[in-house]
């Protein structure tokens, strides 16, 4: 059992660029999620999904997008990286139902020039 | 979802508690109180939740108010690889399952 996965663990992106963060989970998990942490905060919910096909904009959602066409697979993708989109992103699983514990992958630390 | 308030830093001696309040005085009845910690920049790990009653697993001890208006975590006998940011968070369990982080607690374990 992986866990979830993330994929890659470092990124260096030039403004304008465009790239698709990877993440995956082998628990048959229907939630997962995309956060992005800046330095000294908490985590801030960019993108979520609660079942293949389903996505829907967290609190932070400008400048990505996001599809879920499998249970297993929630990509990120940047479509023209900003300098403000520097940042390390976690990508999360959990069950809707139970104790709603949620599973974090290792992270992808961004920098964008 | 409740705010939430936490000190941003404690210490705390190797091998005795370490006790992390919050304040949820906005929390509403059917809101659960999260505990998650984050060790040095790895994703955020679950620790503990509860509605009202006290709950304990292998890892700590969460205990809430009976106004339900703050919390304590409790971490039994600290060590060194229990230094960590703690969150506290409260949220409705719905199908969506949207965590809402603060800055959250800076807690160091001296040796």
């Known amino acids: 059992n992986a866990g979830v996965t993330q994929t890659p663990k470092f990124q260096v992106l030039k403004t304008g660029q465009s790239m698709t963060l990877q993440c995956a989970q082998d628990?048959?998990?229907?939630?997962m999620s995309w956060y992005r942490q800046d330095p000294g905060m908490g985590l801030r919910l960019i993108h979520y999904?609660?079942?293949?096909?389903?996505?829907d904009q967290g609190e932070v959602p400008n400048g990505y997008n996001v599809s879920r066409s499998t249970t297993e697979d929630f990509p990120l993708r940047l479509l023209s990286a900003a300098p403000s989109q520097t940042s390390v992103y976690f990508c999360?699983?959990?069950?809707?139902?139970?104790?709603?514990?949620?599973?974090f992958g290792p992270g992808t630390r961004l920098t964008v020039t | 979802d409740a705010k939430t308030t936490q000190p941003t830093s404690m210490d705390c001696a190797e091998g005795r508690a370490a006790n992390l309040p919050c304040n949820h005085s906005t929390i509403s009845g059917n809101e659960y109180v999260y505990w998650y910690r984050q060790i040095h920049s790895q994703g955020p790990q679950y620790i503990i939740h509860g509605l009202k009653n006290n709950e304990t697993n292998e890892m700590a001890s969460l205990i809430i108010t009976e106004d339900r208006k703050s919390s304590t975590l409790i971490l039994p006998h600290a060590t060194l690889r229990d230094t960590a940011v703690y969150y506290c968070i409260v949220r409705i369990q719905t199908g969506a399952n949207n965590l809402f982080f603060g800055t959250g607690t800076r807690l160091t374990v001296i040796p």
């Open positions: 628990m048959n998990h229907e939630y």
């Open positions: 999904s609660v079942g293949a096909g389903i996505t």
């Open positions: 999360a699983s959990a069950l809707i139902s139970g104790t709603y514990e949620q599973y």
